[in-house]
């Protein structure tokens, strides 16, 4: 009775836990998926390339670096660029909705939208390859940028480059170079 | 020690301007071939992960790199020198300047600047990771994959690590010597097989790679060195073969039937028989061995009972004119007969208007006297040449029918011309001949020679002619089938018919037994 009622405990911690914590993905080593986050930034730079007006206002915004130096890069451990990379797309993220509250042109924002939402399932990506690291790294508007791994823009058409530039670089290095990703290739 | 030390500084010498030469050639190679690109000076590539080069060309030889500056400098950073450098392409005998960058920073906009003799020349905004010019594929590789029409092609990409995964590639193939080649555009694979190609023929085979513009950009490179195969030659599928052979074989049979079951037919229509009158001779070549008289003699009856009813058919054609008779002993006497004979005979016409135009013909005063005599004398008479055929003949005139008036002589006339059959019958005495004439004016018919028949209605006023034999009152008629009807008729029927001068006589010849020399053959052939 008792080895029972402790294996039903065990039981109930098990469906708790579960219930709590998302599921373990399976990881997503395609990187046509990124290819097509890529190809979305893309079309925001045009969209905004020919907006004529409502096209947001004048504003600076924290954004990650996205220049890559392979040489220092592939000297870096994964960890570290998982954590620079989730930094980034969290900046991204903030940054992309803040201007989209000046955006009022409709195309624009639409594909503001979706930029956004591609960077909450890079996020998801990430975690099934198990990179993600702190939950939440989201800087709060007036605090100054710390970290050496930011920069600064002063336009919407700089902060959407600068996505294009970060997806197509580092994210995907990092992507490409996964572990999980990398025991399924071997 | 030193010896040996001193070797290896050698080897190591060697093999690094072994690499330099060969990378130098390389460059120079993408030099050459960015040169033709028609992108904005200055031309900027990259390598691989470094190796960022830009190059602008100009024309001056001399003191080049004194009138020239390169700057560059990346986003938020100062702008930094460059050490420009000279390269002459021997191929297009052209100079270039270019600067090889120190480090290279992707996914970062890159501002480069050229200042000639301080002022700049051209400035130029990019991002490193669009302008990949890779070194082409390497290790290319050629085989037959042993089935018709196919090549199988691998090759190994540039060395570039996360970069494979973005590399697109072109593989090019045509027959050796010729200009005519196709191009596959391949993704992310580094092996294609070839269809469709020339069984048993040589090809030549080149690949290049470029990357695929979603994360790298670029140019493509060169095409690598050609490599060469032959394709295998036709071959003939097993099962084809059988397949054909069973079809065949299955055609054979099934037309092989037909013959057999239609061989008969086939040979009829090939190959017909030659047609035998076997079967309207019956028995002629089984029984009788082909002798047709035999043949004849036993099948007579149904024979001629054939060819009567062929001759039937024919239509009756007027009798003829038999032959002329020949004046033999007679001659003279019945020419002197005659004439007083048709003198009276002129003179009665005169007389008697009953003769009409009825013409006696010339023979008719012979006849009679030959008949006189014949009953004066008729032993003597039996012989005489009257029996004979050839001395015989018929006119044939109607005209003795018409005893009546002169009103029938245009009928007469017609008479003449169109029936020109005239009995000749010969009385004793003239008186007894008008009378006879009379009577045989009115007598349209001809008896037949010999016998007549008992139901002739003959008047004869003496009836001095017994009916019997052929002696006095015959006609040869030269008969060619004519079938004409003596039968009996009354006087009064005759008159009338005399009148219309239509013959409906029957003629009943009873002179089968008689051997006539030629109408009476006629005769018997005509019934």
């Known amino acids: 009775m008792q080895a029972f009622s402790g294996l039903v405990s065990v039981l109930i911690v098990f469906v708790w836990l579960g219930g709590n914590q998302v599921s373990p993905l399976r990881p997503i080593c395609d990187l046509r998926v990124l290819d097509h986050f890529v190809r979305e930034a893309r079309d925001s730079e045009v969209i905004m390339r020919g907006c004529r007006g409502g096209c947001g206002v004048m504003k600076s915004y924290f954004v990650p670096l996205t220049r890559v130096d392979f040489a220092v890069w592939e000297h870096i451990d994964v960890q570290s660029q998982a954590v620079e990379v989730q930094t980034g797309l969290s900046l991204l993220v903030q940054a992309l909705s803040t201007a989209k509250i000046t955006v009022s042109n409709s195309p624009l924002a639409s594909t503001l939208d979706n930029n956004i939402s591609n960077i909450h399932s890079l996020g998801q990506i990430l975690h099934s390859l198990d990179l993600q690291q702190a939950r939440s790294t989201v800087l709060p508007d007036d605090s100054a940028p710390a970290s050496s791994q930011m920069q600064e823009v002063s336009s919407l058409p700089e902060l959407l480059q600068v996505q294009s530039s970060f997806l197509r670089g580092k994210v995907r290095l990092l992507l490409s170079a996964a572990p999980a990703c990398q025991r399924q290739n071997s | 020690m030193r010896k040996m030390r001193s070797d290896r500084l050698q080897v190591v010498f060697m093999l690094c301007l ?5 990378g130098g050639k390389s460059f120079e190679r993408k030099v050459a071939q960015l040169l033709q690109d028609k992108t904005e000076d200055p031309k900027c590539f990259v390598e691989g992960k470094k190796d960022l080069t830009c190059f602008w060309e100009v024309e001056e030889e001399r003191n080049l790199h004194d009138r020239y500056t390169f700057m560059y400098s990346y986003e938020n950073e100062k702008k930094m020198a460059c050490v420009v450098s000279s390269l002459s392409l021997r191929a297009s005998n052209k100079t270039v300047l270019f600067c090889k960058f120190p480090q290279a920073l992707f996914f970062t906009p890159l501002n480069v ?31 037959s994959s042993g089935k018709e029409g196919q090549l199988n092609v691998s090759w190994l990409p540039p060395p570039l690590k996360h970069m494979d995964d973005s590399m697109i590639y072109e593989v090019r193939y045509a027959v050796e010597g010729s200009h005519m080649g196709k191009v596959e555009k391949i993704k992310a694979s580094t092996t294609l097989v070839l269809r469709g190609l020339q069984s048993d023929t040589r090809y030549e085979v080149w690949v290049r790679v470029k990357l695929d513009g979603v994360a790298y950009d670029g140019y493509w490179s060169s095409w690598t060195d050609p490599v060469f195969a032959v394709t295998v030659p036709t071959d003939m599928d097993p099962l084809i073969v059988l397949l054909v052979l069973f079809i065949g074989l299955i055609l054979c049979l099934l037309s092989l039937t037909v013959i057999l079951s239609h061989h008969k037919f086939l040979l009829k229509k090939l190959w017909p028989d030659i047609p035998t009158p076997e079967h309207k001779f019956p028995g002629l070549f089984t029984v009788y061995k082909g002798d047709f008289k035999e043949w004849m003699s036993q099948n007579n009856g149904s024979m001629w009972g054939r060819s009567v009813h062929v001759y039937t058919e024919e239509l009756p054609s007027p009798v003829e004119v038999l032959s002329e008779v020949s004046l033999t002993n007679y001659s003279t006497s019945p020419r002197e007969g005659r004439k007083p004979a048709e003198k009276e005979e002129g003179s009665e016409r005169a007389d008697s208007g009953l003769m009409g135009g009825w013409r006696e013909p010339p023979h008719a005063q012979w006849l009679m006297e030959q008949l006189r005599a014949l009953q004066e004398n008729p032993e003597s008479f039996s012989q005489s040449t009257l029996l004979q055929s050839h001395d015989t003949y018929v006119a044939l005139n109607q005209n003795s029918q018409h005893v009546q008036g002169d009103t029938e002589r245009q009928v007469d006339d017609v008479f003449e011309e169109t029936l020109p059959l005239q009995t000749l019958f010969i009385t004793a005495g003239t008186s007894s001949l008008s009378a006879s004439h009379s009577d045989l004016g009115s007598l349209p018919q001809s008896s037949g020679s010999g016998r007549l028949s008992s139901q002739s209605s003959f008047e004869y006023p003496n009836h001095t002619w017994p009916p019997k034999g052929p002696g006095y009152a015959y006609m040869a008629v030269a008969d060619s089938g004519v079938s004409m009807d003596y039968s009996p008729m009354s006087s009064s029927s005759i008159a009338e018919l005399g009148k219309h001068g239509i013959y409906t006589n029957e003629y009943k010849n009873e002179i089968f037994g008689h051997k006539w020399p030629f109408s009476c053959q006629h005769i018997e052939s005509g019934y």
């Open chain 2, 18 to 22: 072994a690499f330099v030469t060969a």
């Open chain 2, 113 to 143: 600047q050229v200042f000639r003799d301080g002022q700049i020349l051209y400035n130029r905004i990019f991002n490193v990771e669009n302008v990949l010019l890779l070194d082409p594929p390497s290790n290319l590789t050629v085989m």
